[in-house]
């Protein structure tokens, strides 16, 4: 177990939500912040990227 993490799930679930809170925050600031016509280019440039990408070849692990 990683040093200063505690094994309490009850912990676990409470950073979670706090973690997710953070989360819809830095969202609703981009989506308030970014113009859709920026967003759009974000979204190709993504697109293009993985059509460029090789394929990744994944292996079922031996069981």
Excluded: C
């Amino acid at each position: 177990m990683e040093e200063g993490k505690v094994n309490n799930p009850q912990t676990s679930d409470n950073e979670r939500v706090s973690d997710n809170k953070s989360h819809v925050e830095v969202t609703s600031k981009f989506i308030e912040e970014t113009s859709l016509d920026r967003m759009l280019e974000i979204a190709e440039l993504a697109r293009m990227k993985k059509l460029t990408e090789p394929p990744k070849w994944v292996y079922p692990e031996d069981t």
